[in-house]
C-alpha cells in the first residue's frame, strides 16, 4: 500500500508539472525594439494595389510610401513623399512635388517615374485595385512626369476628397512591384509565416525624421502574429506579450480594465454604427402583410420610438457606447448635424402611431387590420456578444408594444445568403464599420440602385420619393464644388432618415484599446488604424 | 491468393470509405447556407470583389454532380485545388498544419499512454478496484474536452497535450485496468504468484505479452477518440493545426480545404484500424 501511495504521489505530481506548462500561443520570439501585437487573420495579400481586406490594408499602411497621407488624428491631408501638393481649381488636376533624396528600402533612388508607374498600375483593371473605383473613371485618368521630382495626374472629371484617395496608393518601384518587400514606407515585409504571423523590419532609407533630427521610425521592426482568439490576445497582453489591442469588446475592457487600469482607453464614439432594419424588399419571399407592416413608416418610426437606446449602451456595451439617432457619429464633427430630429424613445407615441396605422391590441398581442398577429424574427450574427444582448433587450422593448420577437444568430456566410441573396428575413441587426469620415464613402449604402441598399437591394427605381430624395442629394453632394452645399445635402439626408428610419440606428460603439504601459508615442485615434496610425514614433521604453 | 484478395477487398473498403467522406463533405458544404456568399459583400469598399470572386465559384460549382467530379479528378491527378479563404494551394496550407496536429497528437498519445499504464498497473495490482483511481477517471470521463481546455485557459494552467491526454488517458485507464485485472486472476499467474515469482518478472514476461493484441486495438482507438477532441481542442487552445483549419474552413465554407482535412482524418481512422482488422494479427488471447 505503501508503495503504491508513492505511485500514486509520482502520478499527480506528473499532472501538476504537466498542468503548470501553460499553451503557448505566442508564434516567434520578440527581437529586440520589436513591437507587437494581434490581427485577426492572413492578409489576404501584400500586393499593395490589390489589398481587399482590412488586415492588408493594416499591412499597406504600415510598409507603404504614400505622397500624401491622410492623418487620422487631425483628419486633414498631408504631404509625405510629396513635399508639396496642389489641385486645380477645377479639381481636376492634381500636382505632386517630391521630396528630393528620396530612396526605397533597397537604397534605389525614388523619382516620379515610379510615382506615375503606382498610380498607373493601381488603376490598371487588370491590377483589380479597389482605390480605382474612387477615381470614378479609373481609365480616363492620366499621369505625366515633367520631371524626376513631379508627378502630374489629369482626372476625367472632379473627385471628392481627392487627396484621401492617394492614401491608398502605395508608391512601388517602377515595374518591379515586390509584395511590400521593396517599399518607401516606414517597414518592410520581411517574413512571413502562414497562419503564424508577418514580421515587418524597418526601412532604414525611410524619409521621416523627428524634430530633433533622428531618422524614424523608433522601432525596429514589428510582429503582426495572426490570432483570432480575443481571449488569447487579452492574455498575451497581461503578459507583457503583446504591446497594443486596436479593438476591444466591450466585456474584455472592462476584464482588463479590472486588472490594469492603466492599460485600457475608451476614446468615446467611433465612427461606427449599430443598427436595427425590416426587409422592404417587395419580392422578398415574405407575406404580404408584413412586407406592409416593414414598408410603412409609422410602424418603423414606432419600433423605433420603443426601444430605449440609453439601456442598450448602458447595459449591452457596458456603458462604452452611445445612443445613436443618425448614421453620422458625433466623433465625426464635420458632419454630424445636431440638429437632426429623429425619435426619441417615447412608449406612448409609438402605440399612438400603431393605433393610427391600423393597428391594435388583442389582449398582450398587437394585431394588424386584418388581425394579424404581430411576429418577427430579428436576425443577427453568432459570436458578437454586445450585438446579442442588443437583441435580447430589443426584443424586451418590443414586447411592451405587444409585439412578439424571436432572435436569431446565424454565423456570417448564412446570415449574408439571407441578407443579401434571398433576401429571406424579417428584420435584421448589424453594425456598419465607417472608415472615413467623408460620407461621400456611403454612396453605396444610401443609393437606391446599389446592392449594399440594405432595406431594398438594387432597386431598378426609386422605390419611394424619398428614396429618390436621398438619391438626388447624395449625386448633389458628390459633384458639388463647395463643402457648404456638400454639408446642406447630407444634413438633409440624415434628416430623411431620421423621418423614415430605414435603419433604425441605436449605438455608436465606442473606440476601445488597450496599450502597453512600455509603449510610447501613443496618439490614439479613432480612425482605423487606430495606436498604429503614427506607427513610425511608437517604441518601446528602453527603446532608442 | 488469399492474401491478393485480402488486399483487394481491403483497398475497396478503404476507397468507399474516401470516396463516402467525399460526397459527403461536399453535399455538406456546398449546400450550406452561405456557400454563395462572402462576409466582404456587406463592405461597401470590397463589395465588388467578393461579388465577382462569388460569380466565378457559381459558375465553378453551380451543378453538384460536376463539382464533385472536379473534385475528385482533381485529387486524381494530385491536386487538391485552391483554398476559398486563403486563395492559395491547400496542400501548401495543410503541409505546416500537418505537422502540428501529427505531434500534438503523438505527444498527446505518448503522455495519455504513460498515465493509463502507470495507473492501471498501480490499480490492477490491489485486492480491490480502488475508488482512488476510478472516481477521478470516472470524473474526466465525463468532460467534454471543450469544457477541460476553458477551464485549463480560465485557470492558466496546462494545454492542448494534456487536454488531449486527460480524455484519452481515463479511457484508456479503464480498459487496461480491466484487463490487467482479469490477466492477474488468469490460473497460471495465480499459481506463479503463489510460487513466489516476483511481480516484475510476471509482468514482463507473461501479462505484458498476453495483453499485447488489446493494448493494439486500444492505440487504435486511441486515435479516433483523439480526432474527435482535435477540432476543439485546437480552437480554443489556438493551435495552427488541422483541427482549427477545419474549423475555419466550415466558417467560411472553404470546400477544398475542409475536403483534404475530412480526407486526412478519414485515413488516418481507416490506417489506426488496420492494427485491429488485420488478417494476420492474433486473435483475442491466442497468444496465451
Request: aromatic share 8%; glycine share 6%; charged share 20%.
Amino acid at each position: 500500500m505503501r508503495h503504491s501511495s508513492r505511485l500514486v504521489v509520482a502520478f499527480y505530481m506528473i499532472l501538476a508539472v504537466l498542468a503548470g506548462k501553460t499553451s503557448g500561443a505566442q508564434a516567434a520570439s520578440r527581437l529586440p525594439g520589436e513591437l507587437v501585437w494581434a490581427i485577426g487573420s492572413d492578409p489576404k495579400t501584400f500586393d499593395p494595389a490589390q489589398v481587399d481586406d482590412q488586415w492588408s490594408e493594416l499591412v499597406r499602411y504600415v510598409t507603404s510610401g504614400v505622397l500624401v497621407r491622410f492623418n487620422r488624428l487631425t483628419q486633414t491631408v498631408e504631404p509625405q513623399l510629396a513635399e508639396s501638393w496642389t489641385l486645380s481649381a477645377d479639381g481636376k488636376t492634381v500636382t505632386f512635388k517630391l521630396r528630393p533624396g528620396l530612396r526605397f528600402s533597397d537604397g534605389s533612388g525614388l523619382t516620379s517615374r515610379d510615382a506615375a508607374w503606382s498610380i498607373r498600375h493601381a488603376l490598371l483593371p487588370a491590377s483589380h485595385a479597389v482605390v480605382a473605383e474612387e477615381f470614378l473613371s479609373p481609365g480616363g485618368v492620366t499621369v505625366e512626369t515633367p520631371d524626376l521630382r513631379t508627378v502630374i495626374v489629369h482626372l476625367p472629371g472632379r473627385v471628392i476628397g481627392i487627396g484621401k484617395v492617394f492614401d491608398e496608393i502605395a508608391i512601388e518601384p517602377a515595374n518591379r512591384p515586390s509584395q511590400g518587400r521593396v517599399t518607401a514606407g516606414p517597414f518592410v515585409v520581411a517574413e512571413y509565416r502562414r497562419l503564424q504571423y508577418v514580421r515587418l523590419r524597418r526601412n532604414p532609407y525611410y524619409y521621416g525624421r523627428d524634430a530633433a533630427g533622428n531618422s524614424l521610425p523608433y522601432a525596429s521592426g514589428i510582429r503582426l502574429d495572426i490570432l483570432q482568439d480575443q481571449e488569447m490576445q487579452i492574455r498575451l497582453f497581461l503578459r507583457g506579450e503583446y504591446d497594443l489591442i486596436n479593438n476591444l469588446p466591450p466585456d474584455y475592457f472592462e476584464l482588463l480594465k479590472q486588472k490594469d487600469s492603466s492599460s485600457v482607453r475608451d476614446l468615446g464614439p467611433s465612427l461606427n454604427t449599430e443598427q436595427m432594419w425590416f426587409n422592404q424588399a417587395p419580392e422578398s419571399p415574405l407575406p404580404g402583410w408584413e412586407k406592409s407592416w416593414f414598408q410603412s413608416r409609422a410602424f418603423r418610426v414606432a419600433v423605433s420610438q420603443a426601444i430605449h437606446r440609453d439601456d442598450l449602451a448602458r447595459i449591452a456595451y457596458q456603458g462604452h457606447a452611445t445612443p445613436a439617432y443618425t448614421f453620422i457619429s458625433p466623433a465625426n464633427a464635420a458632419w454630424y448635424d445636431r440638429s437632426v430630429n429623429a425619435p426619441h424613445t417615447d412608449l406612448a407615441a409609438a402605440r399612438a402611431g400603431l393605433a393610427d396605422a391600423g393597428f391594435h391590441l388583442s389582449g398582450n398581442q398587437l394585431e394588424d387590420r386584418e388581425n394579424h398577429p404581430v411576429k418577427f424574427s430579428i436576425l443577427t450574427n453568432a459570436g458578437n456578444d454586445a450585438r446579442l444582448k442588443m437583441a435580447t433587450l430589443i426584443q424586451q422593448d418590443l414586447t411592451a408594444l405587444g409585439m412578439q420577437i424571436n432572435v436569431v444568430t446565424l454565423d456570417f456566410p448564412a446570415l449574408i445568403e439571407r441578407l443579401m441573396h434571398t433576401q429571406d428575413y424579417e428584420a435584421c441587426l448589424l453594425g456598419l464599420a465607417n472608415v472615413d469620415p467623408d460620407p461621400n464613402v456611403m454612396m453605396n449604402l444610401w443609393l437606391s440602385s446599389s446592392p449594399n441598399h440594405q432595406w431594398n437591394p438594387s432597386e431598378k427605381v426609386p422605390a419611394t420619393p424619398w428614396e429618390a430624395e436621398i438619391d438626388r442629394l447624395m449625386k448633389q453632394q458628390a459633384s458639388s464644388l463647395k463643402q457648404a452645399q456638400r454639408k446642406i445635402a447630407m444634413d438633409r439626408v440624415q434628416q430623411i432618415v431620421a423621418d423614415e428610419q430605414p435603419f433604425i440606428y441605436l449605438v455608436y460603439p465606442n473606440v476601445l484599446l488597450a496599450v502597453s504601459p512600455r509603449l510610447q508615442g501613443v496618439q490614439p485615434a479613432v480612425l482605423d488604424p487606430r495606436l498604429a496610425w503614427n506607427v513610425e514614433r511608437l517604441r518601446l521604453e528602453g527603446g532608442r | 491468393m488469399k492474401r491478393a484478395v485480402a488486399a483487394m477487398k481491403w483497398l475497396t473498403r478503404t476507397s468507399a470509405i474516401v470516396l463516402l467522406v467525399v460526397v459527403g463533405s461536399t453535399i455538406l458544404v456546398r449546400f450550406a447556407p452561405g456557400y454563395f456568399s462572402d462576409t466582404r459583400e456587406m463592405d461597401a469598399r470590397y463589395a465588388d470583389v467578393a461579388r465577382a470572386e462569388m460569380s466565378m465559384e457559381a459558375a465553378r460549382s453551380g451543378s453538384f454532380p460536376h463539382l464533385l467530379f472536379s473534385e475528385i479528378g482533381g485529387w486524381m491527378r494530385g491536386d487538391a485545388g485552391q483554398s476559398r479563404e486563403y486563395g492559395i494551394p491547400v496542400l501548401d496550407l495543410i503541409g505546416p498544419r500537418l505537422r502540428v496536429t501529427g505531434s500534438l497528437l503523438l505527444r498527446a498519445l505518448l503522455l495519455s499512454w504513460a498515465l493509463a499504464v502507470c495507473a492501471a498497473l498501480v490499480s490492477s495490482a490491489g485486492r480491490k478496484p480502488s475508488l482512488f483511481w476510478q472516481a477521478p477517471a470516472t470524473l474526466l470521463m465525463a468532460i467534454p474536452a471543450a469544457a477541460m481546455a476553458t477551464i485549463c485557459l480560465l485557470a492558466d494552467r496546462g494545454g492542448p497535450v494534456l487536454v488531449l491526454a486527460l480524455l484519452l488517458a481515463p479511457r484508456d485507464f479503464k480498459f487496461l485496468h480491466r484487463t490487467l485485472r482479469k490477466a492477474w486472476l488468469d490460473p497460471h499467474l495465480l499459481q506463479a504468484r503463489a510460487a513466489g515469482i516476483g511481480r516484475a518478472r510476471l509482468l514482463r514476461a507473461h501479462l505484458l505479452p498476453s495483453i499485447a493484441p488489446q493494448i493494439g486495438a486500444l492505440a487504435s482507438l486511441s486515435i479516433a477518440t483523439e480526432l474527435s477532441g482535435l477540432v476543439p481542442v485546437e480552437v480554443i487552445f489556438n493551435v495552427q493545426g488541422l483541427g482549427q483549419l477545419a474549423w475555419n474552413a466550415a466558417l467560411n465554407r472553404d470546400l477544398p480545404v475542409l475536403l483534404a482535412v475530412t480526407m486526412i482524418m478519414a485515413l488516418a481512422v481507416i490506417a489506426s484500424g488496420m492494427a485491429i482488422d488485420h488478417p494476420d494479427q492474433p486473435g483475442e488471447w491466442s497468444s496465451i
